[in-house]
């Protein structure tokens, strides 16, 4: 009973943490924008809507990526992040 219990907490706890485990990039433009992910040497396009956010696999960004908004300009990023498109520039949340 006990083990079972311990199991039951241990996966409600990794769910829980589901979103510190991924990059997550909000569209507060109020049109379609389109980021460029880029990781040893591989680039991925991501269209998010407006209003919109977007989650990436955290495999793809494990040890930290480029993401470059539509202005071309890029911020590295790793998983836990949040960032945010903004006038077409990526930005990154800054911690309260």
């Known amino acids: 009973m006990i083990t079972k219990l311990v199991a039951t907490v241990t996966a409600a706890a990794f769910l829980l943490a589901g979103p510190a485990w991924s990059l997550t ?12 992910l880029s990781h040893a040497g591989t680039d991925h396009k991501l269209k998010i809507g407006a209003g919109d956010s977007a989650t990436v696999d955290q495999e793809f960004c494990a040890e930290g990526c480029s993401v470059a908004g539509p202005n ?3 911020v590295m990023s790793q998983i836990g992040d ?3 498109v903004k006038d ?4 990154k949340t800054q911690a309260e």
Do not use: Q
């Open 72 to 74: 071309g300009e890029a």
């Open 25 to 36: 990039i909000a569209n507060e433009d109020a049109d379609e924008r389109e980021v460029t």
């Open 82 to 84: 949040s960032l945010f």
């Open 88 to 91: 077409g520039e990526v930005l």
